[in-house]
Every structure is written in C-alpha cells, then in structure tokens.
C-alpha cells in the first residue's frame, strides 16, 4: 500500500538506506586498508580476509548463539590473515601484491572448505538501532534502520583520521610508509610496523565480513562477496590515503551498489543487470579520473608499490 | 701410482670430452626447473598436514586425486579438456606479466569472448560452417583483446594500476553477460538457465580424432608455442623484456613502450577470449552464466606456476586441469567439501610465490661454480 504513496520518492529514499547498508563492510575493509597502505604494503588479499571473515563470523554465530563472539572470530581470523601477509612479505624478493592475490584464493577456498556446514542454519544477528520511529513511513523506518556497526565505523574512521595525524603511533606508521630508510634512521623496523599494520587492517576486514554474513545480506553463502574487498583497495586510493575520505567514499559506493535493488523496488526491473555493475564502473572512473602518467598521486605513501 | 682421481683431473677429463659447457647449461636452468617443483612438493606436504588436520587421510586423497585426473584413459582426457581453457587463460596473465604488468582478470575476456562469439554464431545462422566458426573466433579474440587492450591501454596512458582495472573489468564483464543473457540475446526457450540460442550442430566445433578431448587443446597449446615463439625470438619480445625489465631504460633505447603495452595485453585479451569462444563453440554450445567457471582465476595460478613461460605452461596447465578434473570425485569419495580443491591451489600459490626469494641463493645453480678455471 505505502510503497505507491510516496512513489518515485522511494528510490533516493532506498538508496540513502542502501547505502547506509551497503557501505558499512567497504568502510572496514578500507580503513584497514588505509592503514596497511599507509606502511608501505599493499594487501589485495582482503577479499580473501572478507569471505573467511563473514564465515567464521556466521560459523561461531551459529554454534554460540552470540553475534558478538562471531564478530570476534572474524576479527582474529582477519588478524591471522593479515599477520600471515605482513610476515611472507618481509622476505626478499616476495611481491606483496601477488601474494595478495593467492591470498584471496586462499581465503574464499578455505571459507567454502569450513562453510559448507553453515549454509543451511541460521544465526542471529547483529542488533540495529531504529532511528526513524518518529515516521509513521516504513520505508523511512526501514532506511533508518541502523547497524551498530555502521556507527563503529564511522567513529573508528574520525578516530584513525586523528590519530595518523596525531599519536606517535601514527607518526611511525606514517615515516615507514613513506620512507623505509628514514625509519631505519629512527631506529624503526619497518618490517615489524608493516607486519602490525597489515595484521590489524585484516582484522578489520575480517570485521567487515561479518557485519556481511550477520546483518546484511545476513546469511553465508558462497556468493556473499561481490568484491567488496577488492573494491575498498581501489576506494582507498581514491580516498587519497585519508581515513575520512574513505568513509564518504564507502557511503557513496554503498549509494551505488543500492541502485540497483532500488530501482527494482519501484518496478524498474528493466538492466537490472547493469546496474547491478554501477560500483565497479563507478570505481573505474574514478580510477581513471584521479590517476595521472605524469605525476605522483598527491598524498601516495612513498613506499607504495601500487603507486610507483 | 694411484687409483683416485683428483677433482682437477676430472675437469680436465671433462673438459676434453666437452662436459663443461653442457653442466654449465644445466646449471644455468636448473634453478627454474628445480626450485618450481621443490615448492610444489613442500606445498603437496602442507596440504597433507591440512587434511591430517581435518582427520582424513592425505594418502587417499592423493591416490583419488591420481585416479579422478591421471589413472585412467577417461580421466586423462577429463584433464586434457580442462586444461585446453586454461592454457589459454594462463597466456592472459604470463604475456603482460613479462612487460611487468600483473594482469588478474582474464575472466572477464573468456565471458566476452564467448558472448560475442556465441552472438555471432546465432546471427549468421545459415552460412557455411568453416566462415562461421572462423567469424565466431575472430569475435572472441576481438572480444577479449579490446577488454584487456584497454586494460593495458589504461595502465600506460593513464597510469591506472592493472591489477584493479583488470578485475573491476572482470565484473562488469559478467554483469554484461548476465544482462544480455538475460535480455536481448535470450533464447526464449531457455527457463532454468538463460542462455544464448543454441548453435547450430555444424557451427559447433568436435573432438581431436580418436580422443574426448576437443580441438581447444591443440589450439591452446599452438597458442602457447607461438606466444614462446613472440617473447625468445623475435624483436617484439626482446623489446617487451626490455620493457619489462625496466620501462625507463626501454624509453631510453627509444622503444615504443606504449604500442607494446596495448599489443602485448591485447593479445593475452585476445588469446582469453578465444578461450571463452571455445567454450561456447566445443563444450556449451550457447553462452550462458557457465561461461564463469573461474578459468579465468586458475589461469593466474597456471601462469605465477610456469612463471610467466609460455613452454612451461602447458605441463602445468595438464597438471592443474587434472586436480580441477579430480574435485569431483575427491568430494564422492572421501566426503570432503568441493573447495579442497581451492585451498590445494590457494596453498600452491603461497608456497610457489615465497619460493621467488630462493632464486639465486644456492650455489649449485651458479654457472660460475662449473665455469673453467684458469
């Protein structure tokens, strides 16, 4: 009935929850990749961290009864993650970027390997916080209907955006990304920092992939992740590096990847499919757009392979 | 009098007979050959420990694993069938990674090169076959070719990182077919899956004689000699070495870095999309979701294996194609998840890229040890 009543309406009105939704995993995987690329290592095996992430989450979930403790499984196990790539790439001659990549092969394959079992039960959620009681609209409701996770994030992205500038912590992290020898100089172990740095930025995709499996879509299958993991790397760049920027850039991916379902909900079915593509094509152009063959990119950690 | 021989005796022995210069050829090889198939096994023994692990015996996996892609005159061809796509893809990934580039989505080229050569067949419904099946090639390789062109085109002239366009390219590839799968190119008979109109019998191409196994295996392997063919022996592939070695140097020495970029990446797309179009023409017979199987990622683990040479791919491809072919079988048999075939080649892929950091440590590889000494 209502869903006529405000007709087209009901598209911006998806997508902002949409992106409310859909944003949060792309705000995790970024900030932890933010970090990670802020020491000079590049991680493109968070895709990989994402999917074991989600399962492990839905797994504990599933067998404690506890969202929460699923949460943490995911955490650690993207600890583990990370810490493994931090470690292997500290080794002569060992491309960060490719062991990104059979990481995330890695990663999905071991989810799907310990996941079968928990395809079929069904584990309980993380608790949102409905801030749109004040509207008799269950689409309001439902758009403000928001995921303690999503607040998390966007604290934790003020927090780091203050931290980088202002910590000592974020000082080092900082002076090794940019300059290896200059962290020597200092008596710094740049492989010791990026190991840290890369053991906590899977931790937080880890976290990223459960808010997947626990809230939304909410369930684990083995199509759970649609590259967010790879997208939130190339968000990052875009994001020049900056813990705030990757948050608006995550709301404005997570605006995209709603598009399509919110033209569905209003009877537009025709091009689902393409649609369905806007957050990749939109992360190309923006690739496109903010790259240049002539000079650096403003901000790049200098140690940054993907950048050199 | 004595019956020993010193060592520099036995150099002289075999620099009379013309030893030397064979040891120092097999020194100088050895250690690609060697290290390569070191990891391989030390990444077989993690997997056992793996499958320790989750309590089932890796002796019984490894013996199902022999039988489901190498025991029989059946389960050879099963593997000679998979490997023919993934020659192919595994070309997509190796030919721009000697340039230095690390292209990752030849998925996306096999899913365009299918669509367009399955488009093509349905429109020319009616002409002679050998045309059609010619025009149904020329369309997948042109298919992939411009997607990964792109891809190269967009890394020299934009500086866009490879890596991430390749694989955003990927998904918006399979978001282009499922809408046209779906939409215009539908065969309307198709209900459960959508799918491409089917090809007509004559448009579709048949097995090697006397085997299973269709025709993309020879063309996969042809594609593999001409590409080794392009790189070691002719000025093109010298250049691209070059220019993978060091583009600056490259520009230096006034070589045309950019057209090499577009070319190389153009024909790894094009040899990728050729793939996709023997899926369709060989195997599926319309192009439709199945045309995503993930050759495209396993083709990543074939070429880092054979790292980055064309010759070598082809052994390695037969080999990956027979664990692929195997999963099957391992999950009847053995209870085990169809991912253990992933985390076999997730696990392979670790140990095989940690193995770069070993070249060039051990003596025993260093012609220099063999070389004649004065």
């Given at each position: 009935?209502?869903?006529?009543?405000?007709?087209?309406?009901?598209?911006p009105?998806?997508?902002?929850?949409?992106?409310?939704?859909?944003?949060?995993?792309?705000?995790?995987?970024?900030?932890?990749?933010?970090?990670?690329?802020?020491?000079?290592?590049?991680?493109?095996?968070?895709?990989?961290?994402?999917?074991?992430?989600?399962?492990?989450?839905y797994?504990?979930?599933?067998?404690?009864?506890?969202?929460?403790?699923?949460?943490?499984?995911?955490?650690?196990?993207?600890?583990c993650?990370?810490?493994?790539?931090?470690?292997?790439?500290?080794?002569?001659?060992?491309n960060d970027?490719?062991?990104?990549?059979?990481?995330?092969?890695?990663?999905?394959?071991?989810?799907?390997?310990?996941?079968?079992?928990?395809?079929?039960?069904?584990?309980?959620?993380?608790?949102?916080?409905?801030?749109?009681?004040?509207?008799?609209?269950?689409?309001?409701?439902?758009?403000?209907?928001v995921?303690v996770?999503?607040?998390i994030?966007?604290?934790?992205?003020?927090?780091?955006?203050?931290a980088?500038?202002?910590?000592?912590?974020?000082?080092?992290v900082?002076?090794?990304?940019?300059?290896?020898?200059?962290?020597?100089?200092?008596?710094?172990?740049?492989?010791?920092?990026?190991?840290?740095?890369?053991?906590?930025?899977g931790?937080?995709?880890?976290?990223?992939?459960?808010?997947?499996?626990?809230?939304?879509?909410?369930?684990?299958?083995?199509?759970?992740?649609?590259?967010?993991?790879?997208?939130?790397?190339?968000?990052?760049?875009?994001?020049?590096?900056?813990?705030?920027?990757?948050?608006?850039?995550?709301?404005?991916?997570g605006?995209a990847?709603?598009?399509?379902?919110?033209?569905q909900?209003?009877?537009?079915?025709?091009?689902?499919?393409?649609?369905?593509?806007?957050?990749?094509?939109?992360?190309?152009?923006?690739m496109i757009?903010?790259?240049?063959?002539?000079?650096?990119?403003?901000?790049?950690?200098?140690?940054?392979?993907?950048?050199? | 009098?004595?019956?020993?021989v010193s060592?520099?005796?036995?150099?002289t022995?075999?620099?009379?007979?013309?030893?030397?210069?064979?040891?120092?050829?097999?020194?100088?090889?050895?250690?690609?050959?060697?290290?390569?198939?070191?990891?391989?096994?030390?990444?077989?023994v993690?997997?056992?420990?793996?499958?320790?692990?989750?309590?089932?015996?890796?002796?019984?996996?490894?013996e199902?694993?022999?039988?489901?892609?190498?025991?029989s005159?059946?389960?050879?061809?099963?593997?000679?069938?998979?490997?023919?796509?993934?020659?192919l893809?595994?070309?997509?990934?190796?030919?721009?990674?000697?340039?230095?580039?690390?292209?990752i989505?030849?998925?996306?080229?096999?899913?365009?090169?299918?669509?367009?050569?399955?488009?093509?067949?349905?429109?020319?419904?009616?002409?002679p076959?050998?045309?059609?099946?010619?025009?149904?090639?020329?369309?997948?390789?042109?298919?992939?070719?411009?997607?990964?062109?792109?891809?190269?085109?967009?890394?020299?002239?934009?500086?866009?990182?490879?890596t991430?366009?390749?694989?955003?390219?990927?998904?918006?590839?399979?978001?282009?077919?499922?809408?046209?799968?779906?939409?215009?190119?539908r065969?309307?008979?198709s209900?459960?899956k959508?799918?491409?109109?089917?090809?007509?019998?004559?448009?579709?191409?048949?097995?090697?004689?006397?085997?299973?196994?269709?025709?993309?295996?020879?063309?996969?392997?042809?594609?593999?000699?001409?590409?080794?063919?392009?790189?070691?022996?002719?000025?093109?592939?010298f250049?691209?070495?070059?220019?993978?070695?060091?583009?600056?140097?490259?520009q230096v020495?006034?070589?045309?870095?950019?057209?090499?970029?577009?070319?190389?990446?153009?024909?790894?797309?094009?040899?990728?999309?050729?793939?996709?179009?023997?899926?369709?023409?060989?195997v599926?017979?319309?192009?439709?979701?199945?045309?995503?199987a993930?050759?495209?990622?396993?083709?990543?683990?074939?070429?880092?294996?054979?790292?980055?040479?064309?010759?070598?791919?082809i052994?390695?491809?037969?080999?990956l194609?027979?664990?692929?072919?195997?999963g099957?079988?391992?999950?009847?048999?053995?209870?085990?998840?169809?991912?253990?075939?992933?985390?076999?080649?997730?696990?392979l892929?670790?140990?095989?890229?940690?193995?770069?950091?070993?070249?060039?440590?051990?003596?025993?590889?260093?012609?220099?040890?063999?070389?004649?000494s004065?």
């Amino acid at each position: 009935m209502e869903t006529t009543d405000i007709g087209l309406w009901g598209v911006p009105l998806a997508m902002l929850g949409g992106a409310i939704r859909v944003s949060t995993p792309f705000i995790f995987v970024s900030l932890g990749e933010a970090i990670t690329e802020r020491s000079g290592r590049i991680n493109l095996g968070l895709e990989g961290t994402l999917v074991f992430g989600a399962m492990s989450a839905y797994a504990v979930a599933v067998m404690t009864g506890s969202p929460w403790l699923g949460l943490a499984a995911a955490g650690v196990a993207g600890l583990c993650f990370g810490l493994f790539h931090g470690w292997i790439c500290k080794f002569p001659k060992v491309n960060d970027i490719a062991i990104g990549i059979a990481l995330m092969l890695f990663g999905t394959g071991l989810a799907f390997f310990f996941g079968k079992p928990f395809i079929q039960p069904s584990a309980p959620d993380l608790p949102a916080i409905p801030f749109g009681t004040w509207s008799d609209i269950p689409q309001v409701q439902a758009a403000l209907n928001v995921n303690v996770l999503f607040l998390i994030g966007a604290a934790l992205a003020v927090f780091l955006w203050w931290a980088f500038r202002n910590t000592r912590i974020g000082l080092i992290v900082r002076v090794v990304g940019d300059s290896a020898d200059a962290a020597r100089a200092m008596g710094l172990n740049p492989n010791t920092v990026r190991l840290l740095a890369t053991g906590v930025g899977g931790a937080l995709a880890g976290i990223g992939g459960a808010y997947l499996s626990l809230y939304y879509p909410g369930s684990w299958t083995e199509r759970i992740s649609s590259g967010q993991g790879l997208m939130a790397v190339a968000l990052v760049i875009f994001a020049r590096w900056n813990p705030l920027g990757c948050f608006a850039a995550a709301l404005l991916f997570g605006g995209a990847g709603a598009l399509g379902p919110a033209l569905q909900s209003v009877g537009v079915t025709q091009g689902y499919y393409l649609f369905y593509a806007a957050p990749y094509i939109l992360t190309l152009i923006i690739m496109i757009a903010t790259s240049s063959p002539s000079r650096a990119l403003a901000g790049a950690p200098g140690e940054l392979s993907i950048t050199r | 009098m004595t019956d020993t021989v010193s060592s520099a005796d036995v150099r002289t022995i075999l620099d009379a007979r013309g030893y030397r210069p064979a040891l120092e050829w097999i020194a100088r090889r050895a250690e690609t050959f060697v290290i390569p198939l070191a990891a391989l096994i030390v990444g077989m023994v993690l997997f056992s420990l793996f499958i320790l692990a989750v309590g089932k015996s890796p002796v019984q996996l490894y013996e199902t694993m022999w039988r489901g892609g190498f025991g029989s005159w059946f389960s050879i061809q099963n593997s000679l069938s998979r490997a023919a796509p993934l020659l192919l893809a595994a070309l997509c990934v190796a030919l721009p990674a000697r340039l230095g580039l690390v292209v990752i989505g030849g998925e996306g080229a096999i899913v365009l090169g299918g669509v367009a050569a399955a488009a093509i067949g349905v429109a020319l419904n009616g002409a002679p076959s050998v045309l059609v099946i010619f025009l149904m090639g020329v369309g997948g390789v042109a298919a992939g070719g411009i997607w990964i062109g792109a891809v190269g085109a967009l890394r020299h002239y934009r500086a866009v990182n490879e890596t991430i366009s390749s694989l955003l390219m990927a998904y918006i590839a399979i978001a282009l077919m499922n809408h046209l799968v779906e939409g215009p190119l539908r065969d309307p008979a198709s209900l459960n899956k959508p799918s491409t109109q089917p090809l007509a019998d004559i448009y579709r191409i048949g097995n090697i004689p006397g085997m299973e196994v269709h025709w993309g295996l020879v063309v996969g392997i042809l594609a593999c000699l001409l590409s080794w063919l392009l790189i070691e022996k002719t000025r093109w592939g010298f250049a691209a070495r070059i220019a993978g070695g060091n583009v600056r140097a490259a520009q230096v020495q006034g070589l045309a870095v950019g057209p090499l970029i577009v070319g190389f990446t153009a024909l790894a797309g094009g040899f990728a999309g050729l793939a996709g179009m023997l899926e369709v023409a060989a195997v599926q017979g319309s192009a439709n979701g199945s045309l995503a199987a993930g050759y495209g990622y396993t083709g990543i683990l074939v070429a880092f294996l054979a790292r980055h040479n064309p010759l070598a791919i082809i052994p390695v491809a037969i080999l990956l194609g027979g664990i692929d072919a195997s999963g099957g079988l391992i999950q009847r048999r053995m209870d085990l998840p169809d991912a253990t075939v992933l985390v076999l080649q997730g696990m392979l892929f670790i140990v095989i890229l940690f193995s770069e950091t070993f070249y060039g440590r051990f003596k025993l590889f260093n012609p220099d040890l063999w070389q004649r000494s004065t």
